[in-house]
Structure formats: structure tokens, C-alpha cells
């Protein structure tokens, strides 16, 4: 029942603040084509993004996790003039998809899509010197998501917001008994957010055509 009122509340939101283009909605088509699984962000999580983006007037940012490039467009299109995102995806399939994608929404002058696993793409990163990223968006591998917070603060500068998709996972955040690797690598973000010094932080509960969920949201001091 009550995911049926927060769908509701996302169809009516959608089509008034989001204003999907044909580009978003394609690449959520073509995704779906492709075999992806149904994982993107919503239209209206979509739509956070850029507003967060825009609030840290982001030009560099950093995804891991791009799937078919969905979440991708929509940071492409909030990066400031001269803006670049990097993106980091382990699955040859939906890389190939996502770069599709992301040409056909003519943002891929502005996306590095690099294919591999995000712990050895992150070292590699920093040895470019890629850094700092305004701007990141965690939203792969939830037992690594401690490890990508820690690349994320090494790779960005104060100010910066880094931002961690699906951490509440229908409440089971609260389980301590719970043996689950993705909400244990969620219980153990909490905990370095917890005494991490470097950062301002909070986890946001959020409901919607996902169900029941939550970002962490930290910004960097
Ligand atoms: N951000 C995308 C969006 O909203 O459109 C959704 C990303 S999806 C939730 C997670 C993606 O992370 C998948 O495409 C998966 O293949 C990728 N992934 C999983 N493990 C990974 C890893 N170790 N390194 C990089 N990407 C990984």
C-alpha cells in the first residue's frame, strides 16, 4: 500500500520538476533493451543529483557505478562550463551500453567512462592526478562503499559533497544481527561517518517507485 502512495507522489512529481527529456528516457529504454538490470536512479532521484551538482556548482565529478550512463547524463548536464565526470564501471556490457548512451544524449565529449573494477580504476586516478572532485556520487558495490568513501575523501577538497546511494536498503540498515555484506558495507560507512573528522554528514531515509531507501550525504571540511 505504501508503495503505492510513494509511486504516486513520483508520477505526479516527475512529469513537474523533472521534465525528462528524450535522451534520459532512451537511455533508460535502451538500458532495459540491453538487459541491464532496473537499478538507475529515479527520474526524480535523478533530478536530486543535478540539484546537489549544482549546489556545490560542481565541474568535477566522480561516479562509481554507471550502469547504461542513466545517473551519468544527468550529472553530465549539471557539471559547470568546462565540466568533466568521470565515471567507473566493472561491467564491460554496461559500459558499452552506457557509452551508447551517453553519445546519444551528446554528453560523451564531457564523460570519461573508464571500464574495470573501481578499487584498481581509483589508484589510477590519483596517480593521474585526476583530482580533486567536487562531486562524487557512490553507487556500485555496497560492500565496498567503505572503500570508495575513503577514495572519495582522498580524491576530492573541502567542500566538496560526496553523496552514497541505497544505504538504508528497506530499513535493514538498523539490523544489527544482519549478516547481509551490502548492509554490513552500509553499517560500516555509518560508523566511519561517525568518526570521521573530515566530513559534515547524514543519511537521508527516502521513499519513492524504489521503495524504501536513503543516501548518505557528506560534505567534505
Ligand atoms: N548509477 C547508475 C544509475 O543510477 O544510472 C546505477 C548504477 S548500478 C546501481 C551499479 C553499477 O555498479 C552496476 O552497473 C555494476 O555493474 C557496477 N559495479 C558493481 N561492482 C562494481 C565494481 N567493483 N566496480 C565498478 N563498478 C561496479
Known sequence: MANDVWTSVDDYLAPRLVKQDGA???ARAASVAAG?????????????????AKTVA?????EIGTLGGYSTIWLARSV????????LEAD????QVAQQNLENAGV?????????KAIESLPVLEQEGAGPFDFVFIDADKPSIPDYF????KLTRPGS???????????KLADSESRDDAVLGCRRLVELLENESRVCATVLQTVGEKGHDGMALAVVL
Open 92 to 95: 564491460p556490457h554496461h559500459a
Open 24 to 26: 534520459l528516457e532512451a
Open 58 to 62: 560542481a565541474k568535477h565529478v566522480l
Open 80 to 87: 559547470a562550463e568546462g565540466g568533466r565526470v568521470v565515471t
Open 150 to 153: 575513503r577514495w572519495a575523501l
Open 108 to 116: 560523451a565529449d564531457r564523460v570519461d567512462l573508464r571500464v574495470g
Open 161 to 171: 559533497l560526496i553523496v552514497v546511494d541505497n544505504v538504508v536498503r528497506k530499513g
Open 36 to 52: 541491464l538490470p532496473e537499478i538507475a536512479v529515479t527520474p526524480v532521484q535523478g533530478k536530486l543529483l543535478q540539484v546537489l
